[in-house]
């Protein structure tokens, strides 16, 4: 999860927390990238489908979540910080 | 309530290029954007785009915050209460601010177009994995296709190449003989064909296929492989991520809420980019998706113009760009036989999951949206409308505020009563 490219170096990480499991995330990611790289889905659809980030610009808004108990949180224009609280639909 | 002369709605690189030019020649003016940073989709904050670093970000970034412009980024325009004031909405609160001239650079964004599987996680947009990629995501050693349709496909594969993804394909749906007419009419854009051959040199191992379309994603819940159909040959490719989009759609809800007038789907603006709205001028991609140089040059014609200067010399460059966008708009136009890749079970509105089959008997987006909820979820039809548009021909209707989502005591609050600080 905290792997480095192989044109990157790493960075360092923060701990959060995505649905009562501490995850360790790279800082400068977005809340959105760290769900798919923990294979998470943002949300269930109405149908209960589960889904993630389309357009990672804040207009589809499959990748909203609560964050920090805040509901319906467009994840893709937020980035992780240390002690956030994520929880995924 | 806080008034500027000159108010522009959107940070990237033509909102960013109006508000300099217009605070460089003495007017007060306030940028707003709804991302944190500046620089919009392409920029995103950073002078490093996909091969090479861009002083004019850095030259607009440092001009902006000189202290003379009220930055309010993180703030998202949601209505128009009362004549020449916007509301906007921010993580603390709401704030109103009135206008003498309003500069809308509202950008653009991806056209998707719906195909079985196309709600899996790993399905992004092209510019969305990109812009994930930008985010943090992870794609050393991850297998990609890209496909769709415009040049941000060739950008994509040389960024994400360069990062260490596995591009398996780049699948172009439009024509051999589209591109090539498209190439031979580049020849009157030497930077653009230089861009082109750059990235597809950057990206030379990857496979790059015109007449050819993902017709199907595949996975339980995530991606696990796509079937692409190959100018008629249909073949599967296992691959951890597809990046789909079919070139870009301009971000017309604004300029819709503020009346002003849409011909072929554009912002339609006179030779000082001033819209039919009185005081209400466009730039960018909505008045035709041209790309950077298009947008900086509007953008400068706006603030110059604003600011009561004369911004005439700009016109002929400005007017060539927007030929471009013209050249652009064909080649990449989506062909037909894409209208027939979603099932009757696809989901064409994601937010509401209202499949194919519910909107066949449906004769306008209007009906569509009162019968089945499709256009009514959280994105308001930022997604299904385009989608829409393509496969049933609808128009949709002028947009009614809030033009996003917003809280309650955004929208109840009287214009008189609402707090100037937030």
Redesign the interface.
Same mark, same amino acid.
């Given at each position: 999860m905290k792997r480095s490219t192989s044109t990157q170096p790493a960075k360092p990480a923060v701990d959060l927390t995505i649905n009562g499991r501490s995850v360790s995330i790279a800082q400068d990611t977005s809340v959105a990238a760290a769900l798919m790289q923990a294979a998470i889905a943002t949300r269930k659809s109405v149908t209960g489908t589960p889904r993630n980030a389309l357009c990672a610009m804040g207009v589809c808004m499959e990748c909203c979540a609560t964050v920090n108990g805040i509901k319906h949180v467009r994840t893709c224009q937020l980035i992780v910080q240390q002690g956030m609280d994520v929880v995924t639909g | 309530m806080t008034s500027f002369d000159v108010v522009v709605v959107g940070a990237g690189p033509a909102g960013m290029a109006a508000a300099a030019v217009a605070a460089n020649y003495g007017a007060g003016v306030c940028l707003i954007d709804?991302?944190?940073l500046c620089g919009g989709?392409i920029w995103r904050g950073h002078s490093d785009t996909e091969h090479h670093t861009d002083r004019r970000f850095d030259q607009l970034q440092s001009a902006l915050e000189n202290g003379r412009i009220d930055l309010r980024y993180a703030a998202g325009v949601v209505a128009n209460p009362v004549p020449d004031v916007l509301r906007l909405e921010t993580?603390r609160g709401y704030d109103d601010i009135r206008y003498g001239r309003l500069i809308l650079a509202t950008g653009a964004?991806?056209r998707?177009l719906p195909f079985p599987g196309w709600?899996l996680?790993?399905? #992004?947009?092209v510019?969305?994995?990109?812009? #994930?990629?930008k985010?943090?995501?992870?794609?050393?050693g991850k297998r990609v296709v890209l496909a769709g349709s415009g040049p941000l496909l060739l950008a994509v594969a040389a960024n994400l190449a360069?990062?260490?993804a596995h591009i398996l394909g780049i699948f172009e749906q439009a024509s051999a003989l589209q591109l090539a007419r498209f190439g031979f009419e580049l020849l009157a854009h030497p930077g653009k064909l230089r861009d082109g051959v750059a990235y597809r040199a950057a990206t030379h191992s990857a496979p790059y296929r015109t007449g050819s379309w993902v017709m199907q994603a595949h996975g339980e819940?995530?991606l696990e492989a796509v079937t692409v159909s190959q100018r008629g040959s249909v073949r599967r490719i296992e691959c951890d991520y597809l990046g789909c989009g079919f070139h870009l759609v301009p971000?017309l809800e604004l300029p819709s809420l503020l009346k002003c007038e849409i011909q072929s789907g554009y912002v339609n603006v006179s030779g000082s980019q001033e819209t039919s709205t009185q005081c209400v001028y466009c730039v960018g991609e909505p008045t035709g998706i041209g790309g950077l140089e298009k947008a900086l040059c509007e953008g400068e014609i706006a603030g110059l113009v604003c600011a009561g200067r004369s911004a005439t010399h700009l016109y002929k460059r400005r007017d060539r760009y927007k030929r471009f966008a013209g050249k652009l708009d064909r080649a990449f136009a989506p062909r037909h036989e894409l209208n027939q890749l979603a099932t009757p079970d696809t989901f064409v509105c994601?937010?509401?999951?209202v499949s194919r089959h519910a909107l066949d008997s449906m004769h306008s987006w209007r009906e569509a949206k009162l019968h089945t909820r499709c256009g009514m979820?959280?994105?308001q039809g930022?997604?299904c409308g385009p989608a829409a548009e393509f496969l049933f021909g609808w128009n949709s209707e002028h947009p009614r505020p809030p033009v996003y989502?917003a809280r309650v005591s955004t929208l109840a609050s009287d214009v008189e009563t609402a707090p100037t600080e937030i």
């Open positions: - | 709804d991302n944190a989709q993580s964004r991806e998707f709600t996680q790993g399905v #992004m947009g510019g969305g994995i990109q812009a #994930m990629v985010a943090g995501l992870p794609i050393d360069r990062k260490g819940s995530s971000n994601r937010c509401e999951d979820g959280p994105c930022r997604i989502p």
